[in-house]
């Protein structure tokens, strides 16, 4: 079956530092792929998308290509800010009765002043 | 546009008992989905549900179920409640079924605890 697997955590960055999030995924046929953020005592919201291969999602800094050669969707943002301290969850969907949501386990980044 | 909305937002329930949890989507959004969310287990799919009709089911137990009604608004339900159960309970909404482009949108959650 689908199946997501994101780097261990947790990270710990300072201010202003550069952030990767590590994501790989295995799927059959075309997934889209997704970056959530969830932030203590909150639901999970959506940060960024990509429907095919070669696509970059883009939302508040943050950045994650497509790369279906590598089976990848790395998150990355050039200059972390202390309100990005939160857990990202990347997360992939497919079609059909592979149309639910498979998540990553989930890493929790700390930024620190 | 108000978003997705989830009642109640805590639960406490013991050992043995019955629960409902309520969802509502956004509005023009016709597809609802479950999640369940727990330290050990992460993220799992619960069942999606589309024009009232569940078109796809995760891996839980028949004490798992849900409905959606006509103005697409989700209940699910547990019965014979278990301490494993205690998690957050996401609700999501999405256009429409099936199509891996649509975005799902995440309500708050409901918490949980089954003592």
């Known amino acids: 079956g689908d199946s997501v697997t994101q780097m261990e955590g947790p990270v710990t960055l300072s201010e202003e530092a550069f952030l990767t999030i590590n994501c790989t995924y295995t799927?059959?046929?075309?997934?889209?792929l997704f970056w959530y953020v969830q932030y203590p005592g909150e639901g999970l919201q959506l940060l960024l998308k990509a429907t095919k291969a070669d696509d970059k999602g883009s939302n508040k800094g943050f950045e994650a290509t497509y790369r279906k050669e590598t089976t990848s969707f790395h998150l990355e943002k050039g200059s972390v800010q202390v309100s990005d301290s939160a857990v990202y969850f990347c997360?992939?969907?497919?079609?059909?009765?592979?149309?639910?949501?498979?998540f990553g386990k989930g890493i929790t980044l700390s930024v620190r002043p | 546009k108000a978003g997705v909305t989830q009642t109640p937002r805590y639960l406490i329930k013991t050992r043995g008992q019955q629960v409902t949890l309520s969802c509502s989507p956004i509005?023009?959004?016709?597809?609802v989905s479950w999640y369940q969310q727990t330290p050990g287990q992460g993220l799992q799919f619960l069942f999606e549900y589309f024009s009232e009709t569940q078109r796809n089911k995760g891996n839980f137990p028949g004490r798992f179920s849900g409905r959606q009604f006509s103005n697409s608004r989700s209940e699910m339900n547990v019965s014979t409640l278990e301490l494993g159960d205690s998690a957050l309970y996401l609700c999501?909404?999405?256009?429409?079924?099936?199509?891996?482009?649509?975005?799902?949108?995440f309500g708050p959650g409901t918490r949980l605890t089954v003592t």
């Open positions: 509005s023009g959004h016709r597809s």
């Open positions: 799927a059959t046929g075309y997934p889209s």
């Open positions: 999501a909404s999405s256009l429409a079924a099936g199509g891996r482009t649509y975005e799902q949108y």
């Open positions: 997360a992939l969907r497919g079609t059909g009765a592979n149309s639910k949501l498979t």
